[in-house]
């Protein structure tokens, strides 16, 4: 079985400060995706990753960066956490395929961070 | 810019009943992917069924099925025979052929399932 894991399940964190949420996967997945999701806004992608040190920006990439120095690795950051950044945050991953039908994104169980 | 909309943000169903959640998407390319995914309470998202735009038929995994309308870009999701465990959060999502792995979420759609 695939498995997803993020570092933390909740987090409370003050505004101002240096937020890491980790994911690790264990299947050899080449892409990584880190989403917000917030209630009735549904999953908003923040930044993705196709392969080591490589990263794109996604649709809401303002506030946050990333880092992937290993495979199995992708860290989302907040530089300085605002009480706007208030949130579910899921991790996801998948196999690079050739036929984009067969993509399936497996994902974590979701850290809920709250900044006060 | 492609979109996935979900109008009804909760839905119930009775155990053993049929239910239907709704999506309707937009997007400029021809070729494109949709998607149900399902995200219980413990928030662990799964994919439930998935759907390639150029095929007429409709995709169909156990109790599972879809009902896609390409032209009027519509993509439901239909749930026979409920069960309790079917409780949960539903995404419908889009992938298209130029967007590689990237995924469109809807807003998604809390189904509760009523013993």
């Known amino acids: 079985d695939v498995k997803v894991t993020q570092s933390s399940r909740y987090l409370v964190k003050r505004t101002g400060e240096k937020v890491f949420l980790e994911c690790v996967q264990d299947?050899?997945?080449?892409?990584m995706f880190w989403y917000r999701q917030d209630p009735g806004l549904g999953l908003r992608l923040i930044y993705f990753?196709?392969?080591?040190?490589?990263?794109e920006k996604g649709d809401i990439p303002e506030g946050y960066s990333v880092s992937r120095e290993k495979k199995e690795r992708f860290s989302l950051i907040l530089e300085s956490a605002s009480t706007n950044q208030t949130s579910m945050y899921l991790c996801?991953?998948?196999?690079?395929?050739?036929?984009?039908?067969?993509?399936?994104?497996?994902f974590g169980p979701g850290t809920r961070l709250l900044v006060l | 810019a492609q979109t996935v909309t979900q109008s009804q943000p909760e839905m119930s169903v009775q155990e053993a009943e049929t239910v239907t959640l709704s999506c309707t998407y937009d997007?400029?390319?021809?070729?494109?992917?949709l998607f149900w995914y399902k995200q219980p309470p413990s928030r662990q998202m799964i994919l439930v069924i998935r759907?390639?735009?150029?095929?007429?038929q409709n995709a169909t995994e156990n109790r599972f099925s879809v009902n896609f309308q390409k032209a009027a870009k519509s993509f439901s999701l239909k749930i026979s025979d409920s069960q309790l465990g079917d409780a949960a959060m539903y995404f419908c999502?889009?992938?298209?052929?130029?967007?590689?792995?990237?995924?469109?979420f809807g807003e998604g759609t809390q189904l509760t399932v009523n013993p």
């Open positions: 997007t400029s390319e021809s070729d494109y992917y």
């Open positions: 996801a991953s998948s196999f690079r395929v050739q036929d984009v039908s067969q993509e399936t994104q497996y």
């Open positions: 299947m050899d997945h080449e892409n």
């Open positions: 999502a889009l992938l298209s052929e130029t967007s590689g792995s990237r995924l469109t």
């Open positions: 990753s196709y392969d080591v040190k490589m990263k």
């Open positions: 759907q390639e735009a150029y095929k007429q």
